[in-house]
């Protein structure tokens, strides 16, 4: 579409719904809210304002798309380790699985290794390059590996988690290479 200075552009309109499953649960629904907010209201808005003005070296816009990402996935990762500690796993339920405290010893580890690897990418996209990139692909690695995990042990459930962790990290991907 085209704004208002009919310069090119594009609309684009994500939605979220969460039905809190537990008392619990429902403490968590803010944090996601919030988290949800940050990402899509400002920290994605202001990297696609830097990333349309000038820069002084061909890998700024990279860089900062490096920067963002790894932003949201250690968001991601402290919201998801919260939601498995103090949510009742919502994401993990709706999923098909069964709370985080139910999951066998494997699938725990799994768990936790895909709360951790969040902020891991945090921390490398600080260093950014080729480290940056190799966050960011761990990340989305552990993310798809663990939604095929819960799909081939619980089925697709209310969500199929396989075909929306390749979906998500499809668009990283793909922004990436834009």
């Known amino acids: 579409t085209k704004n208002s200075n009919n310069e090119g552009g594009s609309t684009l309109s994500l939605e979220m719904e969460y039905e809190p499953q537990s008392p619990l649960a429902v403490l968590a629904t803010p944090i996601l809210t919030v988290d949800n907010a940050l990402a899509l209201k400002v920290f994605l808005p202001s990297v696609l304002l830097e990333s349309s003005t000038s820069t002084t070296t061909p890998n700024a816009p990279l860089d900062k798309f490096r920067r963002l990402m790894g932003t949201l996935y250690g968001i991601a990762g402290l919201a998801h380790a919260y939601d498995l500690i103090f949510g009742g796993s919502q994401l993990l339920v709706a999923a098909g699985a069964p709370p985080f405290e139910a999951l066998p010893l494997q699938g725990q580890a799994l768990a936790v290794l895909w709360c951790l ?10 260093i950014g390059g080729n480290i940056a990139d190799l966050g960011l692909i761990i990340y989305g690695l552990v993310e798809v590996a663990g939604a095929g995990a819960l799909r081939l042990g619980y089925g697709a459930g209310d969500l199929d988690p396989l075909v929306n962790a390749i979906a998500v990290q499809g668009i990283v991907g793909l922004s990436w290479f834009y």
């Open 117 to 126: 690897v969040g902020p891991l990418s945090f921390i490398k996209s600080r």
